[in-house]
């Protein structure tokens, strides 16, 4: 007699098939989940931050470019500053490429050798003439086309191999995003098999949330990303649901990531190149369009004085000093203008300074001053801090010049002393003064206040204004002691010199 197999005897046969199946669906699922974590990783953190780095490598190639440019059609050092700045960015930018795979042996290396290589021999015909002080003509700009050009084409097909690995990347991660999508409904299929075939009475707890959360992913996927993953039913479903949720949220972050660093480069590459426009076009304004007319009229102001000096009445006299005054004042004016917008614009070197030789090149400069008033400073043992050789002697010259201007009865004493603070040297600049009120703290560094009338003290007002910016230029700081009880005193920081500097080149 043939035997028949029991229900249970079924159902454990049911159960392990469907177990086998449901472990290999589970296997596959698991490899398409590491697939696509794999694919996204690739276009995130691969594909497309090489794609935004040759974009910046074109942008330092096209601004050195520019730079050259400029300097040949000029002939005026400053052009030559976008060169070197570009210069920079390239380096950068190579370097990041070669950190994200993009190296000698690969395509996209070989592709970025042939780009340095044809940069390299555009800069050793063209540029390097010129640094060594070959004359700037334009038919160098005819010769520095073709080359160029070659870097051109050699940026070009280097972006479109990036991009077409980009676009592979993403067509890549779609592909596994599908195949887990795919695996995810054969999970469910099989789930709902095995569960009505061994435990139907568990079809309402078990089969309807997995085909819910198969409608959820399919969704997501389909129509509305934005949409969260949330799932239901039993724990391990809600685990999977919450899995497939933090990598729907991970990838828009890094994505929407992505899109505002884009967007933030783009902003800040538009806002500097128009900071920069405003800047040059003030130079030139005050340089040229302002300075050559008012030189003409204090000039002429100057004739008359000098020509009918006691022949006009006295009202006639007085007149024209005063025009020749507001003259003189206007370009004194545009000057410490100009000053005060190039800090920072064109950086010069920053060495290790002895601050004592910058005070003295600030004493010699206001020697006539302190001649005229009879003013004595004094200073103890000043350290090395490293900056800006012209910046820093203004800074002790405006506030050593202020001492002596704003002085009292008795002849100006000026002390300089320094201390270390932490890891700045705090200065301060003493003198016996008329002193200033404390609510005017604040109110003297901002650029043309002025706590005098012209006619008690004369300058400009942009002294203390250009100090501030000059100190934070060097991430120091100024301020007025208001604990003085007579005359006054400004403080201001520098960083300390790192031990490691003390070997470096000093001036």
Known sequence: ?????????????????AGLLLGGAIVAG??????????????????????????????????????????ILAGRSEFLEPYREGLRAQDAS???????????????????????????????????????GAPATVELVDASKPLFDEVRASLSVLQNRLETERLDARDDLSASA???????????????GALALVFLVLHRKLIRPIRGLAVEVRDVAQTDIHRAVRGSGPKE????????ESLRSRILDEVAELERAQELIVTRTRELERSNSDLEQFAYVASHDLQEPLRKVASFCQLLQKRYQGKLD????????????????????????????????????????ESGDLLATALGNLEDAITESGARVTHGELPVVRGEKTLLTAVFQNLVGNAIKFRGEDPPEVEVVAERDGENWRFSVTDNGIGI??????????????????GD??????????????????????WLDTTVQAGTRFCFTLPAAQHADEGNERP
């Open 1 to 17: 007699m043939k035997s028949v197999w029991s229900i249970s005897r079924w159902a454990a046969l049911s159960g392990v098939i």
């Open 30 to 71: 698991s490899l398409a989940l590491t697939n696509l974590t794999d694919s996204r990783a690739r276009l995130l953190d691969v594909t497309g931050p090489q794609v935004l780095r040759s974009n910046s490598l074109a942008t330092a190639m096209l601004n050195q470019e520019t730079g050259v440019r400029g300097y």
């Open 94 to 132: 190579v370097a990041e490429l070669r950190r994200l795979g993009v190296v000698p042996g690969t395509a996209a290396g070989d592709d970025l050798d042939r780009v340095l290589n044809a940069a390299t021999a555009w800069r050793r015909t063209i540029i390097e003439p010129l640094l060594a």
């Open 178 to 192: 599908d195949v887990l999508r795919v695996m995810l409904i054969v999970i469910a299929v099989l789930l709902v």
């Open 237 to 244: 479903m809600r685990e999977l649901a919450s899995d497939v």
């Open 314 to 353: 006295e009202r006639g006299d007085q007149y024209i000093g005063f025009a020749v005054d507001g003259a003189k004042r206007m370009q004194a004016l545009i000057n410490d203008l100009l000053a005060f917008s190039r800090v920072g614009r064109r950086p010069g070197d920053s060495v290790l300074l």
């Open 437 to 454: 009120n404390d609510e005017y703290a604040e109110r003297i560094f901002v650029i043309f206040q002025r706590l005098h009338g012209r």
């Open 457 to 478: 003290y004369p300058g400009t007002g942009i002294g203390l204004a250009l100090c501030r910016k000059i100190l934070e230029h060097h991430s120091g700081t100024i």
